[in-house]
């Protein structure tokens, strides 16, 4: 079955960046919808940012023109290059994936089937 393992978070000072990746395994066909998504102590999962089959991205509005996903199909993985770092930006952040749903639903946690183990991202100021 499908396995997304995460891996890239760490700890920064604001203003500056990390690079989350998310290796893919175990799917039988291709493409594939996936998204990050991020989990701060005391709040809801909310959806971060999200590309579909035909590589069209959304994103929070939150973290417009600082952050951006990316795809390697040839290396099954994905990517979010995270600049600009807020203290805000401080949570757990899980890469998802499904092989059905579309760009209207990206940025839903409920309409994903596949989650990895998630990776910490922590933010000081």
């Known amino acids: 079955q499908v396995r997304l393992v995460e891996s890239g978070g760490g700890s920064v000072q604001a203003g500056g960046s990390l690079r989350l990746s998310c290796a893919a395994s175990?799917?039988?066909?291709?493409?594939?919808?996936m998204g990050w998504f991020r989990q701060a102590p005391g709040k809801e999962r909310e959806g971060v940012a999200g590309i579909d089959s035909d590589a069209i991205t959304k994103y929070v509005d939150s973290v417009k023109g600082r952050f951006t996903i990316s795809k390697d199909n040839a290396e099954n993985t994905l990517y979010l290059q995270m600049n600009s770092l807020k203290p805000e930006d401080t949570a757990m952040y899980y890469c998802a994936a499904d092989d059905v749903l579309g760009w209207w639903w990206l940025l839903v946690p409920g309409r994903y089937n596949y989650w990895g183990q998630g990776t910490q991202v922590a933010v000081s100021s």
């Open positions: 175990g799917y039988t066909y291709r493409p594939y919808c």
